[in-house]
């Protein structure tokens, strides 16, 4: 069963991912979606879907008390659900939700809620809302599955020895490996799992269970830390995106930054400076939850005129620094015959990125 959830009182600037990130300790997020508009009373409303859930009404009571950047969110099933987790847009009328009002969601622009991505097509008649939370609306195959060997489980071997992590930021992950060594932490190894998550492993089992415990030290690097499970994480990825287009007296960081918040999370805020040689454009790094290259136009509205802009994606696929430093250690111990040493091993409040969430 994946039910759907109507939830209001959403804090202003909060965004898809701040809500799921929000709820996710409660099950496995299908996606989650905040409308443009607002409620009748004049607040932020959005929805968000569960996967695989077998006990509705305990769900609906775990959910009842979760507050999201000081707002106790209002939390109900979606009314207009079929059988709850079939949930359709009216036949012929594209673009509208509960009631007729408009959802937010621009299907002749591929536009989710300010969330842009290409690769999107108008939305198919009696397409499910879940197909829209999680950008599947184009021509689709549903019977389209894979099925893996149930005993299938990678990166098994030496698990009692490896953990799953959510680094704090950009400079935090580009630099992991060099600050971990560099606050006696040694002797670790670093996988990159894409977004901000990594795979870390240690010298032995004791060692990661004693630097899990110490949180005052992990947490200067992670917003999260846990024993590695096998366990799922949500898909996310770092974008580049080249921003053109904006008019010199317009250009600024806070701008840019502006924009760059449109299409993902801004984790790479803009460098630009007046004295640049070229301000014809700005690069960022943004944080988004989709596979399709971030590309779109935009227009500036400033006084009583509009500027269109250009958001274009980057091509070539990025990786952390932190591996071109396991590349060269791996060669000067190759050449050396260094073998590194295991010192000892130092250990947060655990942080997340965005709102604070709490349950009352």
């Known amino acids: 069963m994946c039910p ?12 898809p991912w701040d809500l799921a990130n929000a709820l996710r300790d409660f099950g496995e997020i299908a996606g989650a979606f ?6 009748k009373n004049g607040r932020t409303f959005g929805f968000v879907s569960f996967k695989d859930v077998r006990d509705l009404e305990a769900l609906k009571n775990s959910l009842s008390k979760v507050k999201l950047g000081g707002n106790k969110l209002d939390i109900n099933v979606a009314r207009y659900a079929k059988e709850n987790g079939h949930l359709r847009l009216a036949e012929g009328k594209s ?11 621009d299907h002749s622009k591929g536009q989710m809620g300010g969330y842009n ?14 197909d829209v939370l999680t950008n599947k609306t184009h021509a ?10 149930p005993a299938t489980f990678s990166l098994a071997e030496d698990s009692e020895r490896r953990a799953i992590g959510r680094v704090l930021g950009f400079q935090e992950l580009n630099a992991l490996k060099s600050s971990l060594s560099g606050a006696g932490i040694g002797g670790v190894s670093v996988q990159y799992l894409g977004g901000l998550y990594v795979l870390i492993t240690m010298i032995s089992g004791e060692g990661l269970a004693s630097f899990l415990n110490d949180k005052d030290s992990w ?16 898909f996310e990825r770092l974008a580049w995106i080249n921003i053109r287009g904006v008019p010199p007296h317009l250009v600024s960081r806070d701008v840019f930054d502006q924009i760059g918040s449109r299409y993902g999370k801004v984790i790479q805020p803009s460098r630009f400076l007046e004295s ?16 399709n290259s971030v590309n779109g136009i935009l227009n500036l509205k400033w006084q009583d005129k509009k500027f269109k802009i250009w958001i274009i994606e980057e091509n070539e696929q990025w990786f952390p620094d932190f591996l071109d430093e396991d590349e060269d250690s791996l060669a000067a111990s190759s050449e050396l015959g260094d073998v590194p040493e295991s010192p000892a091993i130092g250990g947060g409040i655990d942080k997340e990125d965005g709102f604070p969430v709490s349950l009352m």
């Open 117 to 130: 991505v290409t690769g999107s097509r108008p939305v198919n008649q009696g397409a499910s809302f879940l």
């Open 140 to 149: 689709e195959k549903e019977d389209d599955v894979l099925v893996l060997d």
């Open 34 to 39: 905040i409308a443009k508009k607002k409620d």
């Open 4 to 15: 759907n959830f109507f939830v209001s009182n959403i804090p202003q600037g909060c965004r």
């Open 95 to 105: 673009g509208k939700g509960v009631a007729g009002k408009k959802t937010g969601i």
């Open 219 to 234: 947490s200067r690097w992670f917003s999260m830390l846990q024993p590695w499970l096998g366990q799922a994480i949500p």
């Open 276 to 291: 640049d040689g070229d301000i014809s454009s700005d690069r960022l790094g943004i944080l988004v939850d989709s596979g």
